[in-house]
């Protein structure tokens, strides 16, 4: 029974997403015999002991801990230094892990645990007196006594300088953004609502504002922490993440179709991008003036960055700022105009009326000497592309060398063709791995044609651009030479999570994708058009040249308004601000306060984008909101936690799911009293504990296989209870 118990135990925890794809090579054998924690043998297979029995959360700890140690050890044969190097690292990795897991009153699972995740690193004498313990987990421990003084010390330094580098993917991808990517402790979810660790559990269709990872999209990230945690081993991490940077910029370069792989700007979000096409357009030496195409349907921050200055607390650096202040380099006179796409009622105007009053705008700007630097949208929060783009490539015509164009196309939901033909007019443009492809937020980049890039060797940057972005994330030039020297290893990560997915999703014929999506579209407005509760926002299919095989003239993001509680029907919509209690309540577990027919449904978490606010004369304030449930690059692809549904059955999963969510829409309505008296938060999984809870999930297949050795307190469990990744 004992070791039934610890076996189940583990098998629970196994299910943990994140742990899945850790060591699919890892052997685990119980053994409640010995007196520690776990060992880690010489063949790199792990041995856990009594002290892993109890809560699943400290088993999770010691499993984690030894997962870490058995990875980094594999395939080296290190000196007495570097094994003490790597026992340091696994546990700072794994005491950050339990940061991420625990709530402020957790008992520790170990003394040390509390020091390893701090973020200041321990004193030379706390790694002398702990690092005999974290050798002891090794079968075979290093010789300690032959570390001289001068080894500890040169120990020390290298542990203060790599602190920050060392940790869990899950933390680290939060790094190198602003506030709005730190993990609250008990929601254990940021401020999009998403995670970096996979939710397989979850309904998930927010790609048109932030996606939590998939496993494929963590084992990305997961692939290269590990290659970057060798590469801190040997004090070369400076290094490693610079060639990175420069082999990310060549991937973008390459999918987009770009021939020139040096002409990428990485940057942490769509409104950095934002700000390095204010700093090049103003290269050129005119005051400038920007036009924001409905920036009510792009990111919050877009105006400020648009002028040039500081747009949240925070840059991706890490420094403070004054938010709302003008970054340092940025000109004063920098003018920002914009063109609304919806009037009073919430409807469109016509397209006529859009460009028109875009030309009017650019001919009063020139006429006043300024260069007018036009933003258009290819999509919008809602999937509307404007101003009309055969209109505004007229208007270049008719002020050549006065008008720039951005391309907004940070929800990337076109084809890499209709990218190429925009660099073709000499047009910019900005897109994200972290909208329609379903990476992390906060990866962005800046796509320069041949007329913007050239603008690097002549000009400088603004100075103040040193708070946003490091040389490595920009083309080789003088005028990146402003910039930082260091190298953002959270975008980095983010980037080649957001890279796994877009290299299974291009890998998927473009006509099987325009049938998947025109499949799913179609079944799931037709649920909306039947559902009372909801109402479609008039159906916007982007007008494009047609080209072989093309899926981006479909309507992927659905975007509808939902009744008031207190209404009899849908022509009183749900004002923004219920509309915003309603899209966090999708997110958590409210069983609790449904009758017991409804818990199941009640305790879906499920994820949709963010409530886009529409003027409505009959919401409450006047103003309603339209929530979005949108079809993203896994949909395609497909979910790797589906692994084993065929094609059909998997997109016929997709379409219940997206049923579901629309049902629990409606039952939270019809609840809606209870609940928001209530007022239940967000949450990773459906019920908060450390041990993960997965609700309504079948046990992975490939986490079944147990082996015992015929003994009753010693239980081997093979790779294949650690998935593949």
């Known amino acids: 029974m004992f070791a039934e118990n610890l076996t189940e135990t583990l098998l629970k925890v196994l299910q943990r997403p994140e742990l899945k794809v850790l060591a699919p090579s890892c052997y685990i054998q119980l053994d409640p015999s010995i007196g520690l924690p776990f060992q880690v043998d010489q063949s790199q297979g792990i041995i856990l002991g009594a002290p892993c029995l109890g809560e699943e959360s400290v088993v999770a700890f010691h ?6 140690l058995a990875v980094l050890l594999k395939n080296t044969a290190p000196s007495v230094l570097d094994i003490t190097k790597i026992t340091l690292m696994a546990a700072r990795t794994t005491a950050r892990c339990w940061s991420l897991d625990s709530v402020p009153e957790s008992r520790l699972p170990e003394s040390w645990v509390r020091v390893f995740s701090d973020v200041q690193p321990p004193a030379l004498s706390f ?3 702990i690092s005999p313990t974290l050798c002891s987990l090794l079968e075979v421990s290093p010789d300690l006594a032959a570390l001289t003084l001068s080894d500890w010390e040169r120990l020390h330094v290298w542990l203060s300088d790599a602190w920050h580098l060392i940790g869990p993917v899950e933390d680290l991808m939060a790094e190198g953004g602003d506030a709005r990517l730190s993990v609250g402790r008990r929601s254990g979810l940021n401020h999009y609502g998403c995670s970096h660790r996979p939710r397989p559990w979850a309904i998930t269709f927010a790609s048109s504002t932030a996606s939590s990872l998939s496993e494929r999209g963590f084992a990305g990230g997961e692939a290269l922490r590990l290659q970057l945690m060798r590469a801190v081993l040997q004090g070369q991490a400076l290094s490693f993440l610079q060639q990175k940077m420069q082999d990310m910029r060549a991937f973008l370069a390459d999918f987009f179709g770009i021939e020139d792989t040096d002409a990428v700007v990485l940057s942490a979000s769509g409104t950095d991008s934002a700000l390095a096409v204010l700093a090049l357009s103003s290269a050129c030496g005119a005051p ?25 607390h925070e840059t991706a650096m890490g420094i403070t700022v004054e938010k709302g202040a003008l970054i340092d380099g940025f000109a004063p006179d920098t003018k920002c105009l914009t063109i609304p796409l919806r009037n009073e009622e919430g409807g469109l105007y016509p397209a006529s009326d859009v460009i028109r009053a875009c030309q009017t705008m650019v001919a009063e700007e020139v006429a006043q000497g300024r260069r007018v ?7 919008s929060k809602t999937g509307l592309l404007a101003p ?3 209109a505004v490539a007229a208007l270049c015509a008719a002020y050549p060398g006065q008008l720039d164009v951005v391309v907004d196309a940070c929800q990337a939901r076109l ?7 925009y660099m073709a007019q000499g047009w910019a443009v900005m ?3 972290s909208k329609f492809f379903t990476g992390p937020p906060f990866c962005g980049a800046l796509l320069l044609p041949p007329n913007w890039k050239d603008r690097l060797q002549a000009a400088s940057l603004p100075a103040g651009l040193v708070a946003y972005a490091n040389c490595c994330e920009w083309p080789a030039s003088p005028a990146c030479r402003v910039l930082g020297n260091g190298a953002n290893h959270g975008l980095l990560l983010r980037w080649a999570a957001a890279r796994a997915e877009m290299e299974a999703f291009a890998a998927v014929p473009a006509n099987v994708v325009s049938d998947r999506l025109g499949r799913f579209l179609h079944a799931v407005m037709t649920i909306i058009f039947n559902q009372p509760d909801l109402q479609l926002l008039t159906p916007y ?9 093309d899926w981006d003239r479909q309507q992927t993001i659905l975007s509808f308004m939902v009744r008031a509680p207190e209404a009899e029907d849908i022509d009183t919509p749900l004002d923004f601000d219920r509309c915003r209690k309603l899209y966090q309540w999708l997110n958590a577990d409210v069983s609790a306060f449904v009758p017991p027919e409804h818990r199941t449904l009640g305790a879906l978490l499920c994820h949709l984008g963010q409530p886009v606010a529409l003027l409505h004369p009959h919401a409450r304030g006047g103003k309603a909101a339209a929530l979005r449930l949108s079809a993203g690059a896994r949909l395609i692809s497909g979910e790797p936690s589906h692994d084993g549904l065929g094609a059909s059955a998997r997109l016929e999963r997709e379409i219940a799911d997206a049923g579901k969510v629309l049902a629990k829409i409606s039952l939270i309505l019809a609840y809606w009293q209870p609940i928001e008296q209530a007022d239940p938060s967000p949450s990773y999984a459906p019920r908060s504990q450390a041990g993960i809870f997965i609700h309504d999930v079948p046990p992975d297949a490939r986490s079944s296989h147990i082996y015992g050795n015929g003994k009753r307190d010693s239980v081997t469990i093979s790779s294949l209870a650690l998935g593949q990744s």
């Open 541 to 549: 299919v982007p007008q494009r040249p047609i080209i072989a095989h």
């Open 373 to 379: 630097l036009l933003h258009v949208l290819d999509l």
């Open 288 to 312: 400038v003036t920007t036009i924001l195409t409905a920036p009510d349907e792009t990111g919050s921050g877009i105006p400020l960055a648009a002028k040039g200055c500081h747009f949240a």
């Open 388 to 390: 009309d783009m055969e």
């Open 63 to 68: 499993l984690r801990h030894a997962l870490e």
């Open 431 to 433: 897109v994200t791995g």
């Open 415 to 421: 084809m890499p063709d209709r990218i190429a033909a």
């Open 127 to 129: 790694l002398q007196e």
